[in-house]
């Protein structure tokens, strides 16, 4: 059973994981991508801006209208300008109007899985998402290509 767990868990190196971060790493010439969750109740107006590590907005969106459940977004790596921006750690912070109330939303991102380390009887499994550091197997929330 150990092995077959291994072999589970080796096959997720290279593949993406959507975890509960507002920050993921970007490599140069990529998308970064996931998911705005606005529940039942949904939001509108929803705006979406990339921010650097230095805290600066690289790029926004505004959407106008009623949006619910599971919002899905893929950035394209560029700013305003459509310039490529360089590799790094980027933050995705979303707002919307929920039940007439402007409220910040949380965003659910995407992280390359660089590697996997096993766990035992009282240690979990763990993977390692680039530029995001260690998540238990548990904490996965959808595993993609």
């Known amino acids: 059973m150990t092995s077959s767990q291994a072999l589970m868990a080796s096959s ?4 993406k994981a959507l975890v ?4 993921s790493y970007l490599t140069q010439g990529n998308t970064l991508s996931g998911v705005i ?3 039942t109740d949904g939001a509108t107006d929803l705006s979406l801006s990339v921010v650097d590590a ?6 926004q969106y505004n959407s106008t209208g009623s949006v619910s459940g599971n919002i899905p977004f893929t950035w394209d790596g560029k700013d305003s300008s459509g ?5 790094g750690n980027y933050t995705i912070k979303a707002n919307g109007i ?3 109330v402007s409220q910040d939303l949380t965003a659910q991102l ?4 660089s590697s996997v380390t096993l766990g035992n009887t009282t240690t979990p499994t763990t ?7 260690s998540y238990q197997l548990g904490q996965l929330l959808e595993i993609s290509k």
């Open 110 to 113: 995407y992280g390359q899985v």
């Open 20 to 23: 509960n971060s507002s920050s």
């Open 83 to 87: 310039n490529e921006v360089a590799s």
């Open 98 to 100: 929920v039940n007439g």
């Open 37 to 39: 969750p606005t529940g």
């Open 12 to 15: 997720l190196v290279g593949q």
């Open 127 to 133: 993977v390692a998402l680039q530029g995001l550091g």
């Open 54 to 59: 230095s805290g600066a907005v690289v790029r």
